[in-house]
């Protein structure tokens, strides 16, 4: 490999979030923002946010969320929270945002927390709990045949057939069967687990969700956005539950509003 491919390698691997310690030198004015996903997605969910965010000078890493148990995944984005030199910008979709409320608390360069149509439970509170308290989420009847774990456990997926309603009606068809076909399954006791004490308590909220989110309900999501003293909640009309793929541009610009906040 020459030099011009090295110095092209580099810059690719910057990019993508995967050169994390050469890209935060590079951008050392601004925090790292780290993106975590939530069931039934993959890291790629941030594709269009991340390209939205590296086009205003941030350092993006998209975690890999396990999806396993919500205190097993928060420790794992707190370790990598962690690891990150200056201040960070979490943001959570889905139940993802159960998981940066609990992996925040106690961090202390997690200076804001966004919630991308997401959950923000108080301690005790469970995703399934949270999602039932409105009128209006049809999840449970989206939900394919659970996979029986070799420990006991579920691993739950949304039917594929139903996907694009449920879950993406606002992205091109054919981009939802992709979407369907690579979901990230979600281990039922995740949803199931009470949450511990919630960072949004101590760090400012921003919180941003669909009108039309079918996942969980908008009053659940407004109810939770109210009750977090959230700075700043942007409605997007009409957006289904992963605006994040659907409105990757308000998305960014609302991360930045809480990146540059003082």
Known sequence: MNAKQVIAAGAAAVSLGLGAGAAQAASA??????????????SDSWNGVAAELNAKGYTVIAAANPLRSVRGD???????????????????????????????TGQQNVKALVFVGAFAPDKGETVIELSGRYPGGTLGAALAP????????????????????????????????????????????????????????SIPSWFIYGTADKNIPPEALKFMAV???????????????VPNVSHPAEIANLIDEAATAR
């Not at 996979?147 to 309603?165: E, N």
């Not at 879950?167 to 687990?193: G, I, K, N, Y």
């Open 74 to 104: 928060a420790a794992y984005v707190r370790s990598l929270t962690s690891s990150i030199a200056g201040p960070v910008v979490l943001v959570g979709h889905s139940y993802g945002g159960t998981v940066i409320a609990n992996a925040a």
């Open 227 to 241: 009750r977090a003293g959230a700075r700043k909640t942007v409605e997007l009309a009409n957006a289904s539950h």
């Open 29 to 42: 004015s601004k925090p790292t923002v780290v993106l975590v996903h939530g069931a039934f997605a993959g």
């Open 146 to 201: 659970p996979v029986r774990l070799a420990d006991g456990g579920k691993d739950l997926y949304i039917d594929q057939s139903r996907f694009h309603a449920q879950f993406a009606a606002d992205v091109p068809a054919q981009s939802a069967r992709l979407m369907a076909a690579t979901q990230r399954p979600v281990a039922e006791a995740a949803l199931t687990e009470a949450s511990g004490e919630p960072a949004w308590k």
